[in-house]
């Protein structure tokens, strides 16, 4: 099950982020979070820093992914009454090459210098 419809047991998750199958990794990450209006609007900011082997490591980096700076922003409205139930949610994430990809363009498509943008429509009954 991806650990994203869970909880990280050491905080050193962001949404969009993944570090499965790697090892010797050092993450850093701060978040925060406001919520308003009675909790029916929540928004959050997240940054980390995940240090990681060298792509060419594959016994330790298998998907050849760089270090990275990942920047978080996420936002949701929670409705009630009539749509209660309905939550709507927006999550944008950047992640931002840091390691050596030594100018080969596989180590950064689809991996890094990167924005993911996300709208969700969440029903629960």
Known sequence: MP????KEPF????????NEGLGNVHAFLL??????FDGKFKTGLGYGY???PDVKDYR???????SYHQINYDASYSFRKFLKGLDLKVLVAYKLK???????LKYI???????????ILDFKI
């Not at 650990?3 to 869970?6: A, I, S």
């Not at 978040?31 to 308003?36: E, G, R």
């Not at 498509?109 to 709208?119: E, H, T």
């Open 3 to 6: 650990r994203e419809w869970g």
């Open 50 to 52: 995940y240090q990681l």
């Open 11 to 18: 905080y050193t998750f962001l949404p969009r982020e993944r």
């Open 31 to 36: 978040k925060t979070s406001l919520n308003a």
């Open 98 to 104: 840091e390691g050596e990809t030594y100018n080969n």
């Open 60 to 66: 330790l980096n298998k998907y050849g992914l760089p």
């Open 109 to 119: 498509y689809n991996k890094v210098n990167m924005f993911n943008f996300n709208f």
